[in-house]
C-alpha cells in the first residue's frame, strides 16, 4: 500500500492568513492526488482532485500543486469556514489511502 | 441531485456481523461510478475497505478481505457493506461515497454520505 505522510498534523492561522499543507507519498503517484475537507461531524468533501483541480463550487483562494514528489494544498485568504481538516488521498492505484489529516485551527 | 444516507445497528456484539445500508437518491446505481466504503476511527483515520459496481464487481481491501461482503440491491438504489466476526477495532464511522475511477483502480470519491456510527462492544 502507498503511505501518505501529511505534515503538520495541525496548525494555528488566522482570519486572511495563508495556509500549506504538504502530502508525501511513499511511492509515486504521478498527478493522481486529491485533497479533502472535513468539517467537524460531517463527511470528508473533494476539493481538488488530479493534484490541482478545483472541484465545483470550491473558492479560488485554495489550489493544490507539486514539485519534486511533495504535493501541497494552499489556502490563501483564510476565511472561517475554512477552519477544518484536511486529507490528502493518492488516486492512483488501490488500495487508495489517505493521509492522516491537518487539523486547521 | 445525487444523495447518499447510511443506516446502521449501532452497536454491534464482539464476534458478530456489522451491516450498514447506504440509500442512494436522486441518482442510479447503474451510472458509471464504483460506490465505495470508507470507514474513520481515531486510530486508524480515514481507511477504504472496497468499492462495488453496478455489474457487481468488487475490489476489497487486502486486510478486511475475508470477513467483508459488498452488495448492490438495484430495484431499490441501495448498495450494503457486512463485516464478520467484527473486534472493538472495527468500531468507527462509516461512509458510503460514490467513486469515480481514476490511476490504476483508484478513484475520487467526489460524494459522500453522513456516516454512521458503529460501535463494537458486549
Known amino acids: 500500500d502507498i503511505q501518505m505522510t501529511q505534515s503538520p498534523s495541525s496548525l494555528s492561522a488566522s482570519i486572511g492568513g495563508r495556509v500549506t499543507i504538504s502530502c508525501r507519498p511513499s511511492?509515486?503517484?504521478?498527478?493522481?492526488l486529491n485533497w479533502y475537507q472535513q468539517l467537524p461531524g460531517k463527511a470528508p468533501k473533494l476539493l481538488i482532485s488530479?493534484?490541482?483541480t478545483l472541484q465545483e463550487g470550491v473558492p479560488s483562494r485554495f489550489s493544490g500543486s507539486e514539485s519534486g514528489s511533495e504535493f501541497t494544498l494552499t489556502i490563501n485568504s483564510l476565511q472561517p469556514e475554512d477552519f477544518a481538516t484536511y486529507y490528502c488521498?493518492?488516486?492512483?492505484?488501490?488500495?487508495?489511502?489517505f493521509g492522516g489529516g491537518t487539523k486547521v485551527e | 441531485q445525487v444523495l447518499l444516507q447510511e443506516s446502521g445497528p449501532g452497536l454491534v456484539r464482539p464476534s458478530g456481523t456489522l451491516s450498514v445500508i447506504c440509500d442512494v437518491s436522486?441518482?442510479?446505481?447503474?451510472?458509471?461510478?464504483?460506490w465505495t466504503w470508507v470507514r474513520q476511527s481515531p486510530q486508524k483515520g480515514l481507511e477504504w475497505i472496497g468499492e462495488?459496481?453496478?455489474?457487481?464487481?468488487?475490489n476489497y481491501h487486502p486486510s478486511l478481505k475475508s470477513r467483508v461482503h459488498m452488495s448492490l440491491d438495484l430495484s431499490n438504489n441501495q448498495c450494503s457493506l457486512s463485516l464478520d466476526s467484527v473486534t472493538a477495532a472495527d468500531t468507527a464511522v462509516y461512509f458510503c461515497?460514490?467513486?469515480?475511477?481514476?490511476?490504476?483502480?483508484?478513484?475520487?470519491?467526489?460524494?459522500w454520505g453522513q456516516g454512521t456510527r458503529v460501535t463494537v462492544s458486549s
Open positions: 511511492a509515486p503517484i504521478r498527478h493522481y
Open positions: 488530479g493534484t490541482s
Open positions: 462495488i459496481y453496478h455489474t457487481g464487481t468488487t
Open positions: 461515497a460514490r467513486g469515480l475511477r481514476v490511476g490504476m483502480g483508484s478513484a475520487d470519491l467526489d460524494l
Open positions: 436522486g441518482g442510479s446505481l447503474r451510472s458509471s461510478h464504483w
Open positions: 488521498q493518492q488516486a492512483y492505484n488501490s488500495p487508495l489511502t
